[in-house]
Nanobody
Framework: QVQLEESGGGLVQAGGSLRLSCAASGRTFWRGAMAWFRQAPGKEREFVAAISLTDGSTYHADSVKGRFTISRGNAKNTVYLQMASLKPEDTAVYYC???????????????WGQGTQVTVSS
């Protein structure tokens, strides 16, 4: 089994920055992918970014491209989401996910963290 735990969320003013971390325990993913999704109240879960653990390729949603960056930690059991130039519309619960492919659909991921709240004030 794989357990994922997000951290780093909080309250930040518009224009500020946060770095989210996702720590994996149990089985580690030497191949496959990890990703970040977010979900605001009353909205569907939205793809944010993904990283291939095979070749390091990254993918970012248009809504966050140029502002957010996904990366893999040196420990290989941690993935980060560096968020800059935050906007109120970025407010959501952010979820870490792990799966076999770096897709954009939630159904493509087998493991999920419990989420961490990010609130951006104006």
């Amino acid at each position: 089994q794989v357990q994922l735990e997000e951290s780093g969320g909080g309250l930040v003013q518009a224009g500020g920055s946060l770095r989210l971390s996702c720590a994996a325990s149990g089985r580690t993913f030497w191949r496959g992918a990890m990703a970040w999704f977010r979900q605001a109240p009353g909205k569907e879960r939205e793809f944010v970014a993904a990283i291939s653990l095979t070749d390091g390729s990254t993918y970012h949603a248009d809504s966050v491209k140029g502002r957010f960056t996904i990366s893999r930690g040196n420990a290989k059991n941690t993935v980060y989401l560096q968020m800059a130039s935050l906007k109120p519309e970025d407010t959501a619960v952010y979820y870490c996910a792990a799966g076999n492919v770096a897709g954009r659909g939630p159904y493509e991921y087998d493991y999920w963290g419990q989420g961490t709240q990010v609130t951006v004030s104006s």
